[in-house]
């Protein structure tokens, strides 16, 4: 009798499984359980119930957050992988069941590409429920290794097996139009995202490579701090918009024009090929033709309010 009770307290349960994948994906309980629809209190007993099934602390505090312990990274991808196969199953029986796909993206490419991405996805894989996360490009990284993300569109070189190139990213120069080019001899201030970034880094190359000094003159974490430090007239930066001059700033001619950015799509470990393709075609269609691609967005948009 023993035996039976312990052996059924060490079942991994769907629910449980999938509110811990939740908690992972969403960072937190409090978003998971909205995600879920399911109280926090919820949630946080599934997980409670995995701890007791393993024998393993799968969450630990970090500050005002948590995050996964060896233990829970490592249940992360197991758990994906059961809730594949159990899905699968199910869709094999004629039973849909709606799957999460969790896309990253750096905010260099979010503004212009997400919204086209989500639109198109939703014909594409019309099967599953789209999620987005806004991060670093290394934070990125650390959540596809962890089975957190799926994909994640990452700006550089795809020099990695999970890489499939998709197209690239044109860069200009913005400034405050009332920042004027300080003289020859004195360095021109640069407005930066922290390191390490990639534009950052081709910023400081092109002028480099026409021996302009250049000197850092403000720095940020996110885009909107760069775009007010810009406004501001605190200096130039260097932005991936597709054409779209960010309100209130101008673009510049006036320096060196810099080789695009390739953009890649990153996929997990595991993860069914038919979304990364797909995930790729889309983006590789907005970026060789992002007017035909807007307009196809479009038209799709209208169809949809039009059925609805």
């Given at each position: 009798m023993s035996s039976t009770l312990t052996d059924m307290r060490r079942v991994l349960d769907i629910a449980p499984l999938r509110s811990f994948v939740a908690v992972a994906e969403c960072g937190g309980f409090q978003r998971a359980a909205t995600s879920l629809h399911l109280s926090q209190a919820a949630v946080s007993q599934h997980v409670r119930r995995l701890e007791s099934a393993t024998e393993r602390a799968l969450i630990e505090r970090q500050g005002r957050g948590s995050r996964l312990t060896p233990d829970g990274e490592h249940l992360l991808r197991q758990a994906r992988r059961i809730l594949a196969i159990h899905d699968e199953t199910l869709h094999g029986f004629g039973m849909e069941t709606e799957q999460t796909v969790v896309i990253g993206s750096t905010e260099h490419a979010a503004a212009q590409l997400l919204p086209f991405l989500a639109a198109a996805l939703e014909q594409s894989l019309p099967g599953y429920r789209i999620r987005f996360r806004i991060d670093r490009g290394t934070t990125l990284r650390e959540g596809l290794d962890a089975g957190r993300i799926d994909l994640a569109l990452l700006l550089g070189p795809p020099n990695d097996l999970r890489a499939t190139p998709v197209g690239e990213l044109e860069?200009?120069?913005?400034?405050?139009?009332?920042?004027?080019?300080?003289?020859?001899?004195?360095?021109?201030?640069?407005?930066?995202?922290?390191?390490?970034?990639?534009?950052?880094?081709?910023?400081?190359?092109?002028?480099?490579?026409?021996?302009?000094?250049?000197?850092?003159?403000?720095?940020?974490?996110?885009?909107?701090?760069?775009?007010?430090?810009?406004?501001?007239?605190?200096?130039?930066?260097?932005m991936a918009t597709m054409g779209q001059t960010p309100e209130g700033l101008a673009a510049r001619d006036d320096l060196p024009k810099p080789a695009p950015l390739p953009l890649a799509v990153w996929s997990r470990h595991g993860l069914a090929t038919i979304i990364s393709e797909r995930v790729a075609a889309a983006l590789g269609r907005l970026l060789a033709e992002p007017a035909a691609a807007e307009t196809e967005t479009v038209v799709e948009s209208l169809q949809l309010v039009r059925r609805a």
């Open positions: 860069l200009t120069w913005y400034s405050s139009p009332m920042w004027r080019r300080p003289a020859a001899a004195q360095p021109v201030p640069v407005v930066a995202f922290d390191h390490p970034c990639a534009l950052r880094t081709c910023a400081l190359e092109a002028l480099s490579s026409q021996a302009i000094p250049a000197v850092i003159g403000a720095e940020a974490i996110q885009l909107a701090g760069v775009q007010a430090a810009v406004g501001a007239g605190l200096g130039v930066a260097l």
